[in-house]
């Protein structure tokens, strides 16, 4: 790891919320990233839906895999850009912490639940679980994480929102960047899961070949298989087709932003933050994956089969949290306002942890 002097140095963070004696053998980074492993939140990505629901079929990504592929994509590029590969990695495996059960429907459910107690957002969540919900250290609630992985964690904020989380809330009124390696951690998201939802797609039936010719990049990309296998399998034709779209939205990253970089000369982690965002797709792939976004939204995240599938989950999750909102002692006692007074906020911690099944399990239990 060959590192530039504005990418985020371990050994400068601006630190931890709670006081801790350094590791001999792991960097601070390396030890977020390690407990962010370790925590209950992540294993329960395993059981929770990315678009198609856990129990639809054991190929669909879940939660968990999504995160992986999104630290594998992040390493690359942050590698590429000599930035800090432990701290895109730790940002990227955490930045999924925060979602509820039966991905985008689950949470537009527990976000009208929550209308009049401040809402929910998967986001804010995610920091939440970092925070304060994972309880596994004697002297804190929460990971006790740096200053720099929150910040990635934290992709957006409402300013209301901003103003209650102090010091990694600030950039958002102060109009601010993060690091570059949150930066690249948000594009290579959007990359792993452009791509693996083609693939998600196809697999299923709810995408078809033909329409997604209309697509610019996916036609560009495969035309270039067209003409280097004429006579390719369909499986083997639609991987081809997607490591190509990743490798050119990857490379275009890479390229573009170290053109950014090589004009702004940022000498320190602080310039970055204060200057315009430096990591991004040029004007023309960033047009390109709009384009790629805008079918996918209309052609697989509001086909009917794929509603239909999430479609009693907001049902459930709006069961689950009437009955809890009544029966408040019936919540693991870790909820039941112990870690904060407010007790429409503890029941949509409980059920935005909750995995797919055991909030389906939980809902035949109380019907
Ligand atoms: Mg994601």
């Known amino acids: 790891m060959i590192l530039k002097p504005y990418a985020a140095d371990p050994s400068h963070t601006i630190g ?16 977020d990233r390690d407990r962010i492993i370790h925590s209950s939140a992540f ?11 856990n129990h639809e079929g054991d190929m669909f990504r879940t939660r968990l895999t999504h995160s992986l592929e999104v630290s594998q994509i992040s390493r690359g590029i942050a590698r590429t850009l000599h930035c800090h590969e432990d701290l895109a990695e730790a940002i990227a495996l955490a930045h999924d ?20 107690f401040g809402g929910f957002e998967h986001n804010l969540q995610s920091l939440r679980v970092v925070d304060l919900l994972e309880q596994r250290y004697a002297d804190f609630d929460g990971l006790n994480l740096t200053f720099e992985t929150r910040e990635g964690i934290l992709k957006h904020c409402s300013l209301k929102n901003a103003r209650n989380l102090g010091e990694v809330g600030e950039r958002f009124i102060k109009k601010q960047q993060p690091s570059l390696e949150a930066q690249l951690v948000n594009h290579a998201d959007e990359i792993a899961y452009n791509n693996h939802d083609i693939d998600d797609g196809c697999r299923s039936g709810v995408l078809e070949f033909k329409a997604l ?36 939205s990857i490379s275009d990253i890479c390229e573009t932003s170290s053109y950014h970089l090589e004009e702004t000369k940022p000498k320190t982690i602080d310039e970055i933050r204060k200057l315009p965002k430096l990591v991004s797709f040029s004007d023309e792939m960033a047009q390109k994956q709009l384009e790629l976004k805008k079918f996918l939204r209309c052609f697989l995240y509001e086909h009917k089969r794929v509603v239909q599938m999430t479609n009693n989950a907001k049902e459930i999750v709006k069961d689950l949290f009437e009955y809890f909102i009544n029966n408040q002692s019936m919540m693991p006692e870790s909820y039941q306002n112990e870690l904060t007074t ?7 911690d409980y059920l935005a942890g ?14």
């Open 16 to 31: 931890r919320q709670y006081n801790e004696t350094k590791s001999k053998f792991r960097n601070d980074f390396q030890r």
């Open 43 to 53: 294993r329960r990505l395993e059981y929770k839906t990315q678009v198609f629901v």
């Open 97 to 116: 912490l925060g979602h509820t059960p039966f991905g985008h429907a689950g949470q537009d459910s527990l976000n009208a639940c929550m209308k009049d």
């Open 213 to 248: 010719m209309d697509v610019t990049l996916f036609r560009e990309c495969a035309e270039l298989v067209k003409k280097d296998y004429p006579d390719i399998d369909e499986t083997k034709r639609i991987h081809e087709i997607i490591r190509r779209i990743m490798y050119k």
């Open 342 to 348: 407010d007790l429409a906020r503890s029941v949509a």
């Open 354 to 367: 909750m995995t797919d099944r055991y909030a389906i399990k939980t809902h035949k239990d109380i019907s």
